[in-house]
T-cell receptor, first 115, second 113 residues
Framework: DGGITQSPKYLFRKEGQNVTLSCEQN?????MYWYRQDPGQGLRLIYY???????QKGDIAEGYSVSREKKESFPLTVTSAQKNPTAFYLC??????????????FGQGTRLTVV | DAKTTQPNSMESNEEEPVHLPCNHS???????IHWYRQLPSQGPEYVIH???SNVNNRMASLAIAEDRKSSTLILHRATLRDAAVYYC??????????????FGQGTTLQVKP
């Protein structure tokens, strides 16, 4: 089945450690996005990529890094510089960035807890 | 990015219709109106989108005001599985746009049996 897969579903890390969240899609989508969601809040954009080997900062990029070496993959690294990394992280994709008449597909999320 | 305004919460009875409003008074001519919903601990799910005309699909209907400054998501017969947070989002169709979805707080829909 086509879709977008995030792994793992739950992740625990010690404070000060970097951690990488996986996001893979087999929908042949050009655009991919990372969002963060805190309890009771809406989603906030961390990074986005409109095409392979290109990505831009979103609204809350500090303390995060990404890469887009393959069309199918857009991993997110939460670095030790992120002050409050515990959150629910969501990855999304869409056919292309510049088509507002197309839908976005979301993964099931990774819940990161830093202790 | 144009903003949307939604009520924080709404209640409905099971098997009754639900009308979820959204105001977007600063909408531009190139903005599509999208609706997504999110169940607890899951990623958002696409519901419907439209530009000017009313739209229907298997999940819901979207009624768009003539001046496009507001829209209403209609669930024709609410079920317990429709209890979720519903987000109304504007997405620019221009090729220069990043395609990013800007989420507000959404409307939490409670469905009572």
């Amino acid at each position: 089945d086509g879709g977008i897969t995030q792994s793992p579903k739950y992740l625990f890390r010690k404070e000060g450690q970097n951690v990488t969240l996986s996001c893979e899609q087999n929908l042949n989508h050009d655009a991919m996005y990372w969002y963060r969601q805190d309890p009771g809040q809406g989603l906030r954009l961390i990074y986005y990529s409109q095409i392979v080997n290109d990505f831009q900062k979103g609204d809350i990029a500090e303390g995060y890094s990404v890469s887009r070496e393959k069309k199918e993959s857009f991993p997110l690294t939460v670095t030790s510089a992120q002050k409050n990394p515990t959150a629910f992280y969501l990855c999304a994709s869409s056919i292309s960035a510049g088509q507002g008449n197309t839908e976005a597909f979301f993964g099931q999320g990774t819940r990161l807890t830093v202790v | 990015d144009a903003k949307t305004t939604q009520p924080n919460s709404m209640e409905s009875n099971e098997e009754e219709p639900v009308h979820l409003p959204c105001n977007h008074s600063t909408i531009s001519g190139t903005d599509y109106i999208h609706w997504y919903r999110q169940l607890p601990s899951q990623g958002p799910e696409y519901v419907i989108h439209g530009l000017t005309s009313n739209v229907n699909n298997r999940m819901a209907s979207l009624a768009i005001a003539e001046d496009r400054k507001s829209s209403t998501l209609i669930l024709h017969r609410a079920t317990l599985r429709d209890a979720a947070v519903y987000y109304c989002i504007l997405r620019d169709v221009r090729s220069s746009n990043t395609g990013k979805l800007i989420f507000g707080q959404g409307t939490t829909l409670q469905v009572k049996p």
